[in-house]
């Protein structure tokens, strides 16, 4: 009879720990993913970074519609491509 009690007790014992076991796990997964959003998304210096500086209009040669990255590409092209305009 003792070793039953003993047997069931462990039993228990082993599934109470299993079930701390799985809410950790899904604890880790949930601040994983939490953390993952926070480098995706960046500094706040990073994000404004991102945004453009320049309009596609601003960036484009009047000339032959070439779109450069930053002014000094738009210059540089027009040196090149135009020097006579």
């Known amino acids: 009879m003792a070793i039953d009690t003993v047997r069931q007790a462990l039993v228990q014992e082993r599934d109470e720990l299993r079930a701390m076991i799985n809410s950790a ?22 994000r404004q970074a991102r ?25 540089a092209h027009k040196r090149r491509a135009h020097p006579a305009d």
């Open 51 to 75: 945004r453009p500086k320049y309009s596609k209009e601003q960036l484009t040669c009047d000339v032959c519609g070439f779109v450069a990255k930053a002014p000094q590409g738009l210059a």
């Open 25 to 46: 796990q899904q604890d880790l997964k949930r601040i994983e993913r939490a953390l993952a959003a926070l480098k995706d998304e960046g500094s706040p210096r990073q």
